[in-house]
């Protein structure tokens, strides 16, 4: 049996943190079923902002971009960006993060583009898909209709195991700091040796 190096663990907040701070009391309800959702999507954007504002004044470069995706019935359920080295900004992926109706009590999700596979090794789940749908004829999976690309779930698993490191307080710009960040970083190394090897990433 596989030990559980996580157990008994808890989200230790970061510096970054304490410039996006947690939704108040009042916002942990208000998910895309509610009245106010619309409302609470501006919020998102305002902590969003806060987060890349703080990163500047560190002289640190934004290592992402998101913004919500209009064309969804229910607004706001898909952000739509990109994640990208800082040093290296010519090294970037897309990225898709959906929101479960059930937000902010359940985390979001975070898909990247398939060609990270070859990259991510086990941080990601190949068969979890953006769009979920498959070619019931080839098997193949469908592709987005704005990209034409089709996008691979990565690994949540801190969001997952960790105590506190999600609760419904918090928003997107925290998943990125907490999730999507701690994923994108232990790959960076490895992926800037290949793009240095003028691998193609455009495949």
């Known amino acids: 049996m596989v030990p559980d190096i996580n157990k008994g663990k808890a989200w230790q907040i970061g510096i970054a943190e304490l410039h996006v701070p947690p939704f108040a009391l009042q916002w942990e ?7 106010l959702w619309i409302e609470r999507i501006k919020l998102e954007i305002t902590l969003i902002h806060k987060y890349i504002d703080y990163l500047c004044s ?4 934004p290592w992402f971009y998101i913004k919500p995706d209009t064309s969804p019935s229910i607004k706001g359920i898909v952000w739509r960006g990109n994640i990208l080295v800082p040093a290296k900004p010519e090294i970037n992926f897309d990225i898709v993060i959906v929101l479960n109706l059930d937000y902010p009590k359940v985390a979001p999700r975070a898909f990247v583009e398939e060609r990270l596979i070859g990259l991510a090794g086990q941080k ?3 068969k979890n898909r953006f769009p979920s749908e498959q070619d019931p004829r080839t098997g193949e999976w469908v592709k987005d209709p704005q990209t034409g690309k089709s996008y691979v779930m990565i690994c949540h698993d801190h969001i997952a195991e960790l105590e506190g490191a999600w609760t419904p307080n918090l928003g997107i710009v925290h998943f990125f700091i907490r999730e999507v960040w701690y994923w994108f970083a232990a790959m960076q190394n490895q992926i800037v040796d290949l793009y240095n090897q003028q691998v193609d990433f455009s495949k």
């Open 29 to 35: 309800a208000i998910g895309p079923k509610h009245p």
């Open 58 to 61: 560190e002289k640190s470069k």
């Open 124 to 126: 990601i789940y190949v």
